[in-house]
Structures are given as structure tokens and as C-alpha cells.
């Protein structure tokens, strides 16, 4: 059994439109161990929703696997149909935690109806026994009043109880991965921590791995063991989070760092903006708004250089020689 539940390699995919093929992931690398969690972060426009739905097989119908491969559990779900993704991996082998717990729900529908079904669908079995597995899922995720939950609408909830319901979703199978596409985002401070630690949690307590996808450096600290920094569809720093964190390589993980409120005074950003995955630069795509860019870099290609142990980074300045 390998030691890494899922592993991506050089991903690229594309999408079609009026404009053209947008190159949306151009070689998106990196590796999740078994019993860990992943933190994929990136500003807005890097890629990471692509990613996600990539790794789900719930790509538009004008996308483009280009190249790479995507394995889990030892399985190529590049090259699993849409009948086995959806009976086989997506909802029972990898649970998914969206990101706006106030429209996962459909409000026209009591809760039972929507989370059960999800286990009628991958589970089978006893309708009863669903039921007190659910029942118990929501006692494990601390939602008040778990007994009588499935008896109520989305619209008697908050959105920390909302999300808590989606988290037990995800669970309900047993899923050996959960994918989390920034499941904090829309909620307060106080009740994003208090997910993060539930989500932790879990993660130590079922022996599952997951991937977190999210922007916010801050909520990466706390709860990820590493991290793939990305970059305009490209994979640009890898490695533990404490690490990059102290001592990050890449100079976009240097820059997104800098912008964080407790490490600068006053408000700093990066110069620029994300490139247009219609008309990306040409080698690396950080160079228009990189400080320490060279001219070499215009022509260099995507790849991941072994900068430190454990530490893989895409640029320039950690080629051997240079």
C-alpha cells in the first residue's frame, strides 16, 4: 500500500470559450500521505477550484485534461467514467465539504432528506441504520440537538450549524479522503476556529486525509500539516507548513506571506494581478510581478526543483549551478 492516499502529476487541463482555450492548471504537482492534511493555497484566479473539480471528474464539458495524472488509493481516476467516478469515488471514497454553507442545501427540503439520500445512493442498506449513523455523525460534529436535526429545513440553522451538517455529510460514507473547498470562508472568526478544530479532530480520530483548499495562509497554520503553494495554474512551493511558513523560497510564497496583517505594518499586496489563463506569460508566470525575476526566467519551464529536504520549488533561483 503506498504511503500517499493521492498523488498528482503534472497536471494540466484546459478550457474552451469564446476567447479561446484558457490554460487554466499548467503542471499542478504534489503528494498527500496517508492521515495527513494537505493546505492548497493560492490568491483567487490561481487555479484551485479547476483542481477540485478535476480531482472530482466534474469538469465542464469544455475542459481539457491536457496532461498528468491523478492517482488515489492506487486508482487513475483520469481514466475512471462517469459512471464509476459517481458510483465508486465521488461521495463514498472522497467526501467533498463545499465552500458556502448557506446554498449546499437545497432549503425546499428537510435536512434528513438530503443527507440520507447520499447514503441511499453510495451505501445501500437499511434506511433505519443510515438514519442513527447520521444521528451519531451529528452528535460527533457537536450539532445541538442532533435527534431531531434531520427533521428540520437548511433555514433553521446558522451557517456554523450548516456547515457542521455538510462536514457530516462528507463523513457519511467513510470516505478514506475529504476534499474542504475553503469551508470557513462565509463564517465569523469564532466559529471558523471552532470548525478548524473540529476538523483537525476528526481527521486524528477516523484516520482519514484531506485536502483543504483555501487563500487564507492563517487557517493553513493552524490546521495543515503541509502545503502547495500554486500559482496561476502552476505548482510553485511545496513542503511542511511550519517550514514554508518560517522560512518560505519562492518568491510568491515570500510575497503572499507579506501581505498577512501580523507580519507587516499597515496594508502591503503583491504588484500586478494573476495573468490571464487565456494569455499566460511565457516560462514562468510569476515573472511579471517577480522582484527577483531574470531574464532566463521568460524561457524556463514549469518544473519542481528539490531546494531543501522535503522542500520542492518551481523557480529559477534554486537550479543547480545558479
Not at 463514498?92 to 463545499?98: D, W
Not at 501580523?262 to 508566470?285: D, K, M
Request: with cysteine; glycine share 10%.
Amino acid at each position: 500500500m503506498s504511503e500517499d492516499i493521492l498523488t498528482v502529476a503534472g497536471l494540466r487541463v484546459s478550457i474552451g470559450g469564446d476567447e479561446g482555450r484558457a490554460k487554466v492548471l499548467d503542471h499542478v504537482s504534489f503528494a498527500l500521505p496517508r492521515g495527513h492534511i494537505l493546505g492548497v493555497v493560492g490568491e483567487s484566479g490561481c487555479g484551485k477550484s479547476t483542481l477540485i473539480r478535476t480531482l472530482l471528474g466534474i469538469l465542464p464539458s469544455t475542459a481539457r485534461i491536457d496532461a498528468g495524472e491523478i492517482r488515489f488509493d492506487g486508482m487513475d481516476l483520469l481514466a475512471m467514467g462517469e459512471r464509476q467516478l459517481n458510483r465508486s469515488i465521488r461521495g463514498s471514497r472522497i467526501g467533498f465539504i463545499p465552500q458556502d454553507p448557506y446554498l449546499a442545501l437545497n432549503p425546499l427540503f428537510k435536512v434528513g432528506t438530503q443527507l440520507l439520500e447520499i447514503m441511499r445512493w453510495h451505501a445501500g442498506g437499511n434506511p433505519a441504520a443510515h438514519r442513527a449513523r447520521l444521528i451519531g455523525l451529528l452528535r460527533r460534529v457537536q450539532l445541538p440537538d442532533a435527534e431531531s436535526a434531520l427533521d428540520r429545513y437548511p433555514h433553521q440553522f446558522s451557517g456554523g450549524q450548516r456547515q457542521r451538517l455538510l462536514i457530516a455529510a462528507a463523513l457519511a460514507c467513510s470516505p478514506a479522503l475529504v476534499v474542504a473547498d475553503e469551508p470557513t470562508t462565509a463564517l465569523d472568526v469564532t466559529t471558523q476556529q471552532q470548525i478548524l478544530d473540529l476538523l483537525r479532530e476528526l481527521v486524528a480520530e477516523l484516520g482519514i486525509s484531506m485536502l483543504f483548499v483555501t487563500h487564507d495562509l492563517g487557517v493553513v497554520a493552524q490546521l495543515c500539516d503541509a502545503l502547495c503553494i500554486i500559482y496561476a495554474g502552476q505548482s510553485v512551493e511545496i513542503g511542511a507548513t511550519a517550514e514554508v511558513l518560517a522560512r518560505p523560497l519562492h518568491p510568491y510564497t515570500s510575497a503572499l506571506l507579506a501581505c498577512h496583517p501580523e507580519r507587516t505594518a499597515g496594508f502591503a499586496g503583491i504588484p500586478g494581478a494573476v495573468p490571464s489563463p487565456l494569455r499566460p506569460p511565457p516560462g514562468c508566470r510569476y515573472w511579471p510581478r517577480c522582484p527577483q525575476a531574470r531574464p532566463a526566467c521568460r524561457a524556463r519551464p514549469a518544473h519542481l526543483v528539490t531546494a531543501a529536504p522535503d522542500r520542492d520549488v518551481d523557480c529559477i533561483l534554486f537550479e543547480p549551478g545558479v
